[in-house]
C-alpha cells in the first residue's frame, strides 16, 4: 500500500506489523522489554542491532507501531518487491547516495511515522562496532528521537530443519531503550555536526545494548 506519488503508507506498515506477530510469536517466543519506552506518537527513529536476517521481522512483530525499514535494494526481488512495497517497506540503494529512499525516509518521520533504521549498513556481530552517518542525519534533519533497540538471541543457536533461521519456538529478546535526541540542540546539519552525532549516537546505542545483555543474561 503506497500513499500518492508512491510514498510508503501507515496502512501498509499496519499490515507488515499484523503479518510480522502472526509470524513471529506462531514461529518463535519473542520476549519483548521496554516497549512503552517508544513514544506512542510522532515521528521516531528505532536503532536496531543486526546480526541475523529475522531480526527486521522480529521487531516489525513486536514493536508497538507499525515501522518503516529502510531495506537494502538487494532484498526487492521477484514476489518481495511489490510485498515490501505493499506492507510500507523502503528499498535503500546502499551503494550510492539514494535520493529516494532519503526523501521517502524524511517523509515518514515527517507524517509522524517511525522509521527503522539498522545503523551498522548491514548484517554483522550486531555490536554496533561501526556506524554508517544515515542515521545521525535523518535524525538531526528530523529532529525525531531516537530509541535504541537490541535483538539478542537470534543467533545463538540454529534450527536443525532450517539452519538459516533460529529453532522453532526457542526465545528471541527484543530490548527497546530510553529516547533520546541525536543532535546537540543547535540544529546544525554540518558534516562536524553529523560526525559529533554519530559518536553521540554510537556510545548510546552500544551502552543500551550492554544493559539489554546484562538484563537478558544474554
Known amino acids: 500500500m503506497t500513499e500518492s506519488g508512491g510514498a510508503p503508507s501507515e496502512a501498509g506498515a499496519a499490515v507488515g506489523r499484523r503479518i510480522g506477530i502472526g509470524l513471529m510469536y506462531g514461529l518463535w517466543r519473542p520476549r519483548v522489554l521496554g516497549a512503552w519506552r517508544v513514544p506512542s506518537a510522532g515521528p521516531v527513529i528505532l536503532a536496531v542491532n543486526h546480526s541475523h536476517g529475522i531480526d527486521g521481522p522480529m521487531l516489525m512483530g513486536t514493536a508497538p507501531r507499525p515501522v518503516h525499514f529502510l531495506i537494502k ?107 533520546f535526541e541525536a543532535g546537540d540542540g543547535s540544529g546544525r546539519r554540518t558534516r562536524k555536526a553529523l560526525d559529533e552525532a554519530t559518536v553521540r549516537i554510537q556510545e548510546r546505542l552500544t551502552a543500551h545494548l550492554a544493559q539489554a545483555r546484562r538484563l537478558t543474561g544474554r
Open 73 to 179: 535494494k538487494e532484498a526487492f526481488v521477484g514476489p518481495l518487491d511489490p510485498f515490501l512495497r505493499g506492507i510500507g517497506q523502503l528499498k535503500v540503494d546502499r551503494d550510492t547516495t539514494d535520493r529516494k529512499a532519503i526523501t521517502d525516509a524524511l517523509g515518514v518521520l515527517d507524517r509522524g511515522g517511525v522509521l527503522g533504521i539498522f545503523p551498522e549498513g548491514t548484517r554483522g556481530e550486531g555490536d554496533f562496532a561501526s556506524l554508517r552517518a544515515g542515521l545521525a542525519y535523518f535524525a538531526v534533519r528530523s529532529g525525531a528521537p531516537v530509541v535504541p533497540v537490541a535483538v539478542l538471541g537470534s543467533t545463538e543457536r540454529h534450527s536443525r530443519l532450517t539452519p538459516a533461521v533460529p529453532p522453532l519456538r526457542s526465545r528471541v529478546d527484543v530490548v527497546f531503550g530510553d529516547a
